[in-house]
């Protein structure tokens, strides 16, 4: 069982940054997709941004030219960098892992919570 582990949350005042970090365990990193999600209280939980194996990268709307996703397969490590943040940010994010013969993320971490003041 794969344990993935955020930090790098807090709070933060709108227009600042924040880096979240996600570490991984498992010899199978490299090979498998990665990615954030994030749920705001009384909402649903909702993709932020996903990388490949490959390097290939998927971003909400939402957050496209202000959020970058990237991964450090060396560290077993994959990161998001967010710039410009936004009250409508604020909310638990969460490193996720999709299995190599896995459709959708399937491994979760514990959260990290981000909070953007206005």
């Known amino acids: 069982q794969v344990q993935l582990v955020e930090s790098g949350g807090g709070l933060v005042q709108a227009g600042g940054s924040l880096r979240l970090s996600c570490a991984a365990s498992g010899s199978i990193f490299s090979l498998v997709a990665m990615g954030w999600y994030r749920q705001a209280p009384g909402k649903e939980r909702e993709l932020v941004a996903t990388?490949?194996?490959?390097?290939?990268?998927n971003y909400a709307d939402s957050v496209k030219g202000r959020f970058t996703i990237s991964r450090d397969n060396a560290e077993k490590k994959v990161y998001l960098q967010m710039n410009s943040l936004k009250p409508e940010d604020t909310a638990v994010y969460y490193c996720?892992?999709?299995?190599?013969?896995?459709?959708?993320?399937?491994?979760w971490g514990q959260g990290t919570q981000v909070t953007v003041s206005s």
């Open positions: 996720a892992q999709r299995g190599i013969f896995e459709t959708k993320f399937d491994s």
């Open positions: 990388i490949t194996s490959r390097d290939l990268t």
